[in-house]
């Protein structure tokens, strides 16, 4: 079964960085992508980074020159390192991963940008 556990969110001051990470029950090899949504107060739930199998990765535009996700295979983690936080990044934010076919989304993290 697989299962993604996130860790690392809280509340931060404006400005300040932050950094996620999602661990993986499974190997991440053989995903087809993995990622980052997040959950804004309100509105829907929005992609903010992901990679794929082949390497590519792609950022929201207000994730663009802000935030970077990492990934390891053999630690099987997820990694989000955000910077420049502002209120608006306020979220709860998950973790996902697309195997074999189907999703799977960790139970997410909240952040709480506010001065």
């Known amino acids: 079964q697989v299962q993604l556990v996130e860790s690392g969110g809280g509340l931060v001051q404006p400005g300040d960085s932050l950094s996620l990470s999602c661990s993986a029950s499974?190997?991440?090899?053989?995903?087809?992508?993995v990622g980052w949504d997040r959950q804004i107060p309100g509105k829907g739930r929005e992609m903010v980074a992901h990679?794929?199998?082949?390497?590519?990765?792609t950022y929201s535009d207000s994730a663009s020159g802000r935030f970077t996700i990492s990934s390891d295979n053999a630690k099987k983690t997820i990694d989000l390192h955000m910077t420049g936080l502002t209120p608006e990044d306020t979220a709860v934010y998950y973790c996902y991963l697309l195997i074999e076919g189907r999703y799977y989304w960790g139970q997410g993290t909240q952040v709480t940008v506010s001065s």
């Open positions: 499974v190997t991440l090899a053989g995903a087809a992508i």
């Open positions: 990679i794929t199998g082949s390497g590519l990765i």
